[in-house]
């Protein structure tokens, strides 16, 4: 039997640049409120808020000042009352983005912690600085380094995101208590779940010195260590098993068997997981390093994954990431032709969709000027780090446009109207130009559009019990298709996608289930971007 976690299709909602409704130009909670019913109507079962909890906003968010506390700027905490139960009235569950490695340096314990005597210093990790240097070699997620020095304590503090987020110090067994009350607290209010940033480096085995990477020296300290694994079956047997709820863990850097070790279902730690290898198919080494993308090793990795795990959370976009039309799509001339195609991917995978906000509508990434454009911490560090290495203004850009987050992060195209309709007041980050080609309004009612695609082909998942638990099985994937079954008791599906421009041979025969194109033959040759999913009866 599947679970209802597997059955539904999640949305994700990056709340600050979803809908403003006070003017202030910051997306809020009765923004959302106001969208229910048109996300019942996309077919969207789970929402996945990412973080609303009350922060100084270093990271948007994923800075947390006060786990129990919404942040003013998104509303209140009966504002976040009144979206859980609009959103159980339409049988829309929710699930919260926990984020536990770290806390904002402004919360209470890490405040109090900067004092030595102080029950809470255990709470981050502290260490002496080693002949006036930090205690160890090892380099952060956001560029450069990850110690910060505290001249009230006369120690460092180690932060493996900005400075602003130091890590907790899972040693110490208040923490993990703290966070299962955390857990608790959201639980017994009525959310259906969590979405847990970065939750496999939580457990740091050693502090020493790492082998030099040219990105996260100290790696192999904290990726996925047994410590972490032993935390994920508390939390599990302890909160989780107490509630109908699931799981879905930011996991970076692993490979499938560290995958697999992360979720398998005996194992009782994650329900599934978000892995990163087929994001990371057209970057060299880091993602800032961008290579031309190559749909053969985009198929390839995302058949292993398929066949790694027992059951995946399938996703081709979220907040961190560049808009999916604008790197593996098309924003020209098949520009929906090609966020059809992509949408026709995610939504035929073995696995859980996320779906991103404005990926429906095919928004594209930022055309931006300027680096006063951009707000994302992480690109302004990257920024200043390549700056001291000597890279060209140019090439510096080049990378900015093409990998900053903020590319997924302009607000949400809603109509032609001042601000695409996104708030009555001054934005918090421009809308994108091309909001007047690219909004809700003019897609909801046109059968044509993304959009109503979109929504077709969650109907489609959700009545075909192929989709929803049969197989996979790779069947090509070349420089121009990716082509794939699904099989469920001798039934099978087959998804044929073309990722190029141009019309691609594919032999096959069977009845045309859905197809980009609206076609009801299928004769054998793709169009450029074309999308068909065939039924091969025998
Ligand atoms: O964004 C990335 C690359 O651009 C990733 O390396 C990202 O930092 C990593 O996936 C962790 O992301 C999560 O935790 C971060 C936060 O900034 C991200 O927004 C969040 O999704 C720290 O909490
Ligand atoms: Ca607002």
Redesign the pocket.
Same mark, same amino acid.
């Given at each position: 039997m599947a679970k209802w976690w597997q059955e539904r299709v999640v949305y994700q909602i990056y709340p600050r640049s979803y809908q403003d409704t006070n003017g202030d130009g910051i997306g809020d909670i009765p923004g959302i409120i106001m969208h229910l019913d048109e996300l019942k109507d996309l077919g969207v079962g789970i929402l996945w808020l990412?973080p609303v909890y009350c922060s100084p906003n270093a *990271?948007?968010g994923?800075?947390i000042s006060d786990y129990r506390n919404i942040n003013p700027e998104y509303g209140t905490m009966q504002d976040m009352d009144t979206l859980l139960a609009e959103a159980g009235k339409r049988d829309i569950k929710i699930i919260m983005d926990l984020?536990i490695?770290?806390t904002s340096d402004r919360h209470e314990w890490f405040q109090k912690s900067k004092d030595k005597n102080s029950p809470y210093r255990d709470y981050y990790i502290w260490r002496p600085g080693k002949g006036g240097k930090a205690p160890n070699n090892w380099t952060g997620?956001?560029a450069g380094n990850c110690w910060e020095y505290d001249a009230q304590s006369g120690e460092y503090y180690l932060h493996l995101?900005t400075q602003n987020?130091p890590d907790l110090n899972y040693y110490n067994p208040k923490v993990l208590d703290e966070v299962k009350d955390i857990m608790r607290f959201w639980l017994d209010k009525g959310v259906s779940g969590f979405r847990c *940033?970065?939750i496999n480096i939580l457990y740091k085995s050693s502090l020493e010195d790492g082998k030099k990477r040219l990105a996260l020296t100290g790696i192999e300290y904290y990726l996925s260590q047994e410590g972490t694994h032993e935390i994920l079956r508390t939390l599990r047997r302890e909160v989780l098993d107490h509630y109908d709820c699931f799981t879905v863990g930011?996991t970076?850097f692993i490979t499938p068997q560290m995958g697999k070790d992360l979720c398998d279902r005996d194992r009782r730690e994650l329900d599934m997981l978000f892995s990163?290898e087929h994001m990371e198919t057209d970057q060299y080494f880091v993602?800032w390093f961008k290579r031309k993308f190559n749909p053969k090793m985009f198929g390839k990795t995302i058949a292993k994954w398929q066949n790694a795990l027992e059951w995946n959370a399938n996703y081709l976009e979220?907040?961190?990431?560049t808009r999916s039309v604008s790197r593996f799509g098309d924003e020209g001339v098949y520009w929906a032709e090609s966020a059809k195609m992509l949408g026709t991917l995610l939504l035929t995978l073995r696995g859980t969709p996320y779906i991103y906000e404005g990926q429906e509508i095919g928004m594209t990434n930022f055309d931006f000027t300027d680096m006063d454009q951009i707000q994302d911490i992480?690109s302004h560090n990257v920024y200043r780090f390549a700056k001291k290495l000597h890279f060209t203004e140019k090439f510096i850009w080049k990378m900015m446009k093409a990998?900053s987050?903020d590319n997924a992060r302009t607000p949400m195209q809603w109509n032609t109207g001042a601000n695409a309709g996104f708030s009555t007041g001054k934005p918090w980050h421009k809308v994108n130009a091309n909001f007047s080609r690219i909004n809700m309004q003019s897609q909801i009612n046109d059968p044509d559009s993304i959009r109503s695609y979109y929504k077709k082909l969650i109907a489609m998942r959700s009545q075909s019990n192929v989709l929803l638990s049969g197989d996979f099985q790779l069947v090509r994937t070349t420089r121009n298709v990716f082509i794939y079954d699904r099989t469920l008791e001798g039934k099978s599906l087959r998804v044929l996608l073309n990722f190029t421009g141009k019309p691609q041979k594919a032999n096959c025969s069977g009845k045309v289930v859905i197809s980009n194109y609206g076609r009801e033959e299928y004769d054998g040759v793709l169009k450029p971007y074309e999308a068909a999913v065939l039924d091969l009866i025998k």
């Open positions: 990412s *990271d948007n994923y800075d984020v490695n770290h997620f956001f995101f987020q *940033d970065v930011e970076v990163f993602k979220n907040h961190d990431q992480e990998c987050r």
